[in-house]
T-cell receptor, first 115, second 109 residues
Framework: NAGVTQTPKFQVLKTGQSMTLQCAQD?????MYWYRQDPGMGLRLIYYSASEGTTDKGEVPNGYNVSRLNKREFSLRLESAAPSQTSVYFC??????????????FGPGTRLTVL | KNEVEQSPQNLTAQEGEFITINCSYS?????LHWLQQHPGGGIVSLFMLSSGKKKHGRLIATINIQEKHSSLHITASHPRDSAVYIC???????????FGTGTSLTVIP
């Protein structure tokens, strides 16, 4: 089992360009999450999907969109990248959202730089 | 406003030392998680706690719900324990997770 995979691992964009970060999990988990990690700050939730067909905003959703393509895949799109979106992005999944079932399994991360 | 505070921010220890990392939180929670982030960036979940104490190998995690405090202990520390340790809490209202900024641990041979 690969667990949680993310592509790409690294990306450099110019301001205004768009891109999609891909995430897939093979653990048959219901819930998936997108986080960003910035120096000196804890992980911050961008969006999550509690189950296939649903998505909800997290703490820092502005400038991002998500798609839960199917149970396995959850993508994050930057429509018009800004330097403030330079960060490391982590995808995670859990069996489901809720106490006792939400131990999260993380992907390896995508390091994004916006010039 | 940080719902989760960790201390210390940085910690250097000699191999073999007993290590304690602390986590305090300000919200009502249903569970607390300890995560380990390796130098290469990968994040692994170590423990999920809602009460009491859990042990896995040389790692021990405790939580005091009344005091809103948790500790992660590492016994007989080893250089391979060098990593960032992150405390996260699941709030008991809504579906929000709050993360601490992490404790960077370096264990010197």
């Amino acid at each position: 089992n690969a667990g949680v995979t993310q592509t790409p691992k690294f990306q450099v964009l110019k301001t205004g360009q768009s891109m999609t970060l891909q995430c897939a999990q093979d653990m048959n988990h219901n819930s998936m999450y997108w986080y960003r990690q910035d120096p000196g700050m804890g992980l911050r939730l961008i969006y999550y999907s509690a189950s296939e067909g649903t998505t909800d905003k997290g703490e820092v959703p502005n400038g991002y969109n998500v798609s839960r393509l199917n149970k396995r895949e959850f993508s994050l799109r930057l429509e018009s990248a800004a330097p403030s979106q330079t960060s490391v992005y982590f995808c995670a999944s859990s069996l489901r959202v809720g106490p006792g079932t939400d131990t999260q399994y993380f992907g390896p991360g995508t390091r994004l730089t916006v010039l | 406003k940080n719902e989760v505070e960790q201390s210390p921010q940085n910690l250097t220890a000699q191999e073999g030392e007993f290590i304690t990392i602390n986590c305090s939180y300000s919200v009502g929670i249903s569970a607390l998680h300890w995560l380990q982030q390796h130098p290469g960036g990968g994040i692994v979940s170590l423990f999920m706690l809602s009460s009491g104490k859990k042990k896995h190998g040389r790692l021990i995690a405790t939580i005091n719900i009344q005091e809103k405090h948790s500790s992660l202990h590492i016994t007989a520390s080893h250089p391979r324990d060098s990593a960032v340790y992150i405390c996260a809490v699941r709030a008991n209202t809504g579906n929000q997770f709050y993360f601490g900024t992490g404790t960077s641990l370096t264990v010197i041979p």
